[in-house]
T-cell receptor, first 110, second 116 residues
Framework: GIQVEQSPPDLILQEGANSTLRCNFS?????LQWFHQNPWGQLINLFY???GTKQNGRLSATTVATERYSLLYISSSQTTDSGVYFC????????????FGTGTRLTIIP | DGGITQSPKYLFRKEGQNVTLSCEQN?????MYWYRQDPGQGLRLIYY???????QKGDIAEGYSVSREKKESFPLTVTSAQKNPTAFYLC???????????????FGPGTRLTVL
């Protein structure tokens, strides 16, 4: 099956800093999603981005499908950005299960 | 409000007991999924269903069972055969599978199961 690797595993930043989270995957995909898991465990959808670039406020994401990686950018970090960020990918059409990476734990210090 | 609900939020079970976790969605999604998350780990797929009365095993189906009698409901039973059931369980749904351009999954708030 598809392998998903996220880096770095942990990231500690001062409030206001920028960060880049990376997701590498081992095969072609038709679905790539970025999630933020809050302290209560809720998975919040950030981006659905199997290819291309999207932006939503201080967050943006880029997926280069041909090179099998995706990047999540967070600018001007706030303490509410703390949590775990997951990348998840899906492979075949008609079988839309997601394979998750192990996440990046982001801690923003005031 | 459209969304996915899971109940209960917390569940405690004695060893040897079966328990059923509820998942309901009113998004009119065809596909539903159950994932398990262990501490410090990503999510792993237990079962998924693309249409009513049909479901498939995921990567870690042993010790679990599901049913899909209604489009909006996909309950998960954790049986006594599951050797290490303590975990966080998340349910998800997505629109009709096979739609090429948009099959984003959305998640419920989860159920934390603890076996005593």
């Amino acid at each position: 099956g598809i392998q998903v690797e996220q880096s770095p595993p942990d990231l500690i930043l001062q409030e206001g800093a920028n960060s880049t989270l990376r997701c590498n995957f081992s095969d072609s995909v038709n679905n790539l999603q970025w999630f933020h898991q809050n302290p209560w465990g809720q998975l919040i959808n950030l981006f659905y981005i199997p290819s291309g670039t999207k932006q939503n406020g201080r967050l943006s994401a880029t997926t280069v499908a041909t090179e099998r990686y995706s990047l999540l950018y967070i600018s001007s970090s706030q303490t509410t950005d703390s949590g775990v960020y997951f990348c998840a990918v899906g492979g075949d059409f008609g079988n839309e299960k997601l394979t998750f990476g192990t996440g990046t734990r982001l801690t923003i210090i005031p | 409000d459209g969304g996915i609900t899971q109940s209960p939020k917390y569940l405690f079970r004695k060893e040897g007991q079966n328990v059923t976790l509820s998942c309901e969605q009113n998004l009119n999604h065809d596909a539903m999924y159950w994932y398990r998350q262990d501490p410090g780990q990503g999510l792993r797929l237990i079962y998924y269903s693309q249409i009513v009365n049909d479901f498939q095993k995921g990567d870690i189906a042993e010790g679990y069972s599901v049913s899909r009698e209604k489009k909006e409901s996909f309950p998960l039973t954790v049986t006594s055969a599951q050797k290490n059931p303590t975990a966080f369980y998340l349910c998800a749904s997505s629109i009709l599978p096979g739609q090429v351009y948009y099959n984003e999954q959305f998640f419920g708030p989860g159920t934390r199961l603890t076996v005593l």
